[in-house]
């Protein structure tokens, strides 16, 4: 399975830094071409992003309505992020589930509708720090998988986020069990849903990523990459990362959508 390294900006960034994604996309096309990289960006960046980028990584979208078009004001529709050049959109972050109240049902709907447009769906799951002392987070985050993850999904249409919230630009870390643990849950989950499908999507994890700690997760059972918040702005930092990867022969999810 080739990992994935994802980065998501978040609402950070403006066209005078642009410059990082060139520096990410030019390191990888020269250094790391068999490595799949994205990044996932305000949608202000994302058309100049792709330009930039110019192939050497994927640019994603970091949120989408489950509508196509309509009286939605403020909302962007999956079609419009792949109009803009997108190969990819985060659905249910845990900072759209806290502050907008997403629940697992929205995003089911917004995972519907980035692969209706045909981008690759980046579904999040993870639970709070209560939930995880309370000895919940199996339950909550095999609940979020049988909720958030619609049935006819596919290793080449989606993959999974476990972001525990309390690791999320925290600096705390899970343990690696505590990480092995959760993965070989979330396939189980996967398996249940999806059936054989279920066990070739890609589990990444995220929370506190960086280049530090990146070799010792990417090498955990079930781990197929991580997603990067904080470390994914500085292209020195999300090289480092990217350089973690195991190298094979990777898709690129802008023309993955093409299929
Ligand atoms: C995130 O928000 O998806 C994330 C993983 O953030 P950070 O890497 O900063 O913890």
């Known amino acids: 399975m080739q990992p994935l390294i994802a980065g998501n900006w978040k609402m950070n960034g403006v066209a005078s830094q642009l410059h990082e994604i060139e520096a990410v996309a030019a390191s990888v096309k020269a250094t790391l071409p068999s490595t799949e990289v994205l990044i996932c960006l305000p949608a202000t960046l994302i058309a100049q992003a792709v330009l930039t980028a110019a192939g050497g990584i994927s640019i994603g979208a970091e ?12 909302d962007l529709s999956a079609e419009m992020l792949k109009d803009a050049g ?4 985060i659905v249910g972050h845990s900072e759209r589930r806290q502050h907008y109240g997403e629940t697992d049902a929205v995003v089911a709907a917004k995972a519907k509708a980035a692969r209706r447009a045909g981008l690759l769906a ?9 939930q995880r002392l309370a000895g919940n987070a199996l339950s909550v985050c095999g609940d979020q998988i049988a909720r958030s993850v619609p049935e006819n999904m596919t290793a080449s249409s989606a993959v999974i986020g476990y972001e525990p ?4 630009g925290s ?20 398996t249940q849903c999806l ?5 070739k999507l890609r589990i990444l994890y ?3 990523v960086k280049p530090s700690n990146a070799l010792s997760i990417l090498s955990l059972p079930e781990v197929g990459g991580v997603l990067v918040g904080g470390a994914s702005l500085k292209s020195a930092d999300f090289l480092a990362i990217c350089r973690a990867a ?4 990777p898709p690129n999810v802008n023309s993955q959508k093409e299929q």
């Open 63 to 74: 949120d989408c309505s489950a509508e196509i078009s309509g009286p939605f004001t403020g």
């Open 86 to 89: 997108a190969g990819a959109v």
């Open 122 to 130: 980046i579904i999040c799951i993870g639970e709070t720090s209560a």
């Open 165 to 168: 919230l309390w690791a999320i």
């Open 171 to 190: 600096g705390q870390m899970p343990t690696s069990g505590q990480i092995i643990e959760m993965h070989a849950h979330i396939r189980d989950c996967l």
């Open 195 to 199: 059936g054989a499908e279920g066990k």
């Open 206 to 208: 995220g929370g506190s």
């Open 246 to 249: 195991p190298a094979m022969n």
